[in-house]
Nanobody, 124 residues
Framework: QVQLVESGGGLVQPGGSLRLSCAAS????????MGWYRQAPGKERELVAT???????NYADSVKGRFTVSRENAKNTVSLQMNSLKPEDTAVYYC??????????????????WGQGTQVTVSS
């Protein structure tokens, strides 16, 4: 099976920075888009940023100019550098990836996978 494991969340003061990382492992053949979503208390999960296998990126308007998404294809990882953090960035952040993986009996399947989530709290 395939797993996404996130790291790097925590508590930071307004204006500070955090870097989130996510590593995919398992019976991976290839990874297409990777990205980050977030969910604040009482709100729906929303897109933060995505990146294609070729490096094209897409950002939510609320994070443009402050967040940077990147990936290392050779390591199956995606990262989110978050600068100039604001209290409204407080949320659980989830990484996601669209992955072609091999089932135990050999069939290739393309599926979306999600990490377990990591808490980011921006507060003084």
């Amino acid at each position: 099976q395939v797993q996404l494991v996130e790291s790097g969340g925590g508590l930071v003061q307004p204006g500070g920075s955090l870097r989130l990382s996510c590593a995919a492992s398992g019976r991976i053949v290839s990874i297409n888009d990777m990205g980050w979503y977030r969910q604040a208390p009482g709100k729906e999960r929303e897109l933060v940023a995505t990146i294609t296998s070729g490096g094209d990126t897409n950002y939510a308007d609320s994070v443009k100019g402050r967040f940077t998404v990147s990936r290392e294809n050779a390591k199956n990882t995606v990262s989110l550098q978050m600068n100039s953090l604001k209290p409204e960035d407080t949320a659980v952040y989830y990484c996601t990836a669209n992955i072609v993986h091999r089932m135990p009996y050999g069939t290739l399947i393309r599926s979306d996978f999600w990490g377990q989530g990591t808490q980011v709290t921006v507060s003084s």
